[in-house]
């Protein structure tokens, strides 16, 4: 969907501990099945977080960055926090956008990652078809 640099939210700011206002890489893609969106994903990478060998994660263009993230033996992941998004938040509208018949609500997960120390926060949305079977 996107990449580039941009503010985090307030609550994803306050999850990676920087300061209000600072621009941060935000990637957002959807995982598919087929042509069907199943998953919203969004990641927060802090500027601090891109030097030395994590600068790989400003040019993923359409890899994964989970076959990043989970082939890195420095990688270390928080617990995830449930998160629920309703219309009217913004992430919902960003999340659902593509959507024929966006749902009355949206659940998904966030969790906090750090390579060689550094910090990324990953959020990822459920969408609606992905109780479907993929083809």
């Known amino acids: 969907l996107s990449q580039g640099w941009d503010r985090p939210r307030p609550d994803e700011a306050h999850a990676l501990g920087m300061r209000a206002r600072?621009?941060?890489?935000?990637r957002q893609v959807q995982l598919l099945c087929g042509n069907e969106p199943w998953v919203y994903a969004r990641t927060?990478?802090?500027?601090?977080?891109?030097?030395?060998?994590?600068?790989r994660l400003?040019?993923?263009?359409?890899?994964?960055?989970?076959a990043v993230l989970f082939t890195d033996p420095s990688m270390r992941g928080g617990g995830a926090e449930v998160?629920?998004?309703?219309?009217?938040?913004?992430?919902y509208e960003l999340a659902?956008?593509?959507?024929?018949?966006?749902?009355?609500e949206l659940w998904g997960r966030r969790a906090l990652f750090?390579?060689?120390?550094?910090?990324?926060?990953v959020s990822e949305f459920f969408l609606p078809a992905i109780g479907e079977v993929c083809p």
Request: net charge positive; no cysteine; aromatic share 0%.
């Open 22 to 26: 600072t621009h941060a890489l935000v």
């Open 44 to 55: 927060i990478i802090p500027r601090a977080t891109l030097t030395g060998v994590e600068r």
């Open 58 to 66: 400003a040019h993923l263009k359409s890899r994964s960055l989970g």
């Open 83 to 91: 998160v629920r998004l309703a219309p009217g938040d913004a992430l």
């Open 96 to 104: 659902t956008r593509a959507l024929a018949a966006p749902p009355a």
């Open 114 to 121: 750090e390579l060689r120390g550094k910090p990324l926060l």
